[in-house]
């Protein structure tokens, strides 16, 4: 079984500033890791994934998260905000299954403000 | 490629009717996953289909509630009889066999007065 928790709820953060949006997953299985966003009205789109390799991963719009496994976090980052970065951030995580479908267990999720 | 297409965007029905969400996945995706999204649960797995096979619908909130995948390119959701509190937004995803995360729809908002 896997969870995730996303700690604040919301978090807000100057143009310009470091983004740092905290995440850390239960597994019992080797993880892997998603961060997606979500604009309003919009649907949740893919920014990163982990699956095995390179524990940092880039993803789109500067974004990118490490995963550490002695930590069991998945934190993301961007080094520079940017008033077009303000969205909810949502953590996800699944494990390797027998099944072709993988069931991907969402954190509540995170408002990034960005204050200009 | 289109994405995950939803319909409609935006229902509004008065409680008691019933309402159809459709979903049609990404071509090529073998998973289909329907979601329910408010501010007070965030976000709730319904059901997900394998090979347009239902393979969990232990997160479907009560019998009102029902998903169909006649073929591998489309998806509905039925709620019958509609009820305020089913008042939410649903979305539908996609993935293939080996792809690790779905690509979500744009989702349809349900209000139910």
């Known amino acids: 079984a896997q969870s995730v928790t996303q700690l604040g709820s919301h978090v807000s953060v100057s143009e310009g500033a470091l983004v740092l949006l905290r995440c850390n997953y239960s597994s019992s299985v080797p993880p892997y890791l998603f961060w997606y966003v979500q604009y309003p009205n919009q649907g949740l789109q893919l920014l990163l994934k982990y699956t095995t390799g390179a524990t940092l991963v880039k993803g789109i719009n500067g974004f990118e998260a490490e995963f550490k496994k002695s930590e069991t976090s998945f934190h993301l980052t961007k080094p520079s905000a940017h008033m077009s970065d303000a969205a909810e951030y949502f953590c996800?995580?699944?494990?390797?299954?027998?099944?072709?479908?993988?069931?991907?267990?969402f954190g509540s999720g995170t408002q990034l403000t960005v204050l200009p | 490629d289109a994405g995950v297409i939803q319909s409609p965007r935006h229902e509004v029905t008065e409680m008691g009717q019933e309402v159809t969400l459709r979903c049609k996945p990404i071509s090529g995706h073998n998973s289909l996953f329907w979601y329910r999204q408010t501010m007070m649960r965030g976000l709730e797995l319904l059901i997900y289909f394998n090979n347009n096979v239902p393979i969990d619908d232990s997160g479907m909130p009560e019998d009102r509630f029902s998903a169909k995948m006649p073929n591998a390119s489309f998806s509905t959701l039925k709620i019958q009889p509609s009820e305020p509190r089913d008042s939410a937004v649903y979305f539908c995803?996609?993935?293939?066999?080996?792809?690790?995360?779905?690509?979500f729809g744009s989702g349809t908002r349900l209000t139910v007065v």
């Open positions: 996800a995580v699944t494990g390797l299954s027998s099944g072709s479908a993988r069931q991907l267990t």
């Open positions: 995803a996609s993935s293939s066999r080996g792809e690790y995360g779905y690509t």
